[in-house]
């Protein structure tokens, strides 16, 4: 299993243009789907060979793509049972309900590599 990128070398045309669209709309400032997503220091653009996905990842392994309505947003897993998707989807489901504080970046982005 390959791990998690940050050498744009290794992107391909659509991971580029993925990335910058994030960068694009991170440089925007207003293209947050809420006031609660965010990210902290040392933001880096990241690519998963494995599933695909590019996404910005921050000091604390927050995780944000660009969602549905074309908005930056949080990326979360729920530790105890494993579901992961976009904070607004995870809000409304019987997961985070239960385990409302369980809500993290996904572990696998701790292995990225530099």
Known sequence: ?????????KFGLREIGIAAELLTKYADG???????????????????PNS??????????????????GKLENWVVCFNCGA?????EMRSSFCSAVFAGAL???PDVANAGG
């Open 1 to 9: 299993m390959t791990e998690n990128t940050r050498d744009l070398s």
């Open 30 to 48: 207003r293209s947050w789907a809420t006031a609660e997503d965010e990210l902290s220091g040392d933001i880096a653009v990241e690519f998963n």
């Open 52 to 69: 695909g996905e590019v996404f910005l990842v921050d000091e604390d392994y927050g995780v944000t793509m660009v969602n549905d309505n």
């Open 84 to 88: 992961e998707g976009f904070k607004s």
């Open 104 to 106: 993290h970046a996904p």
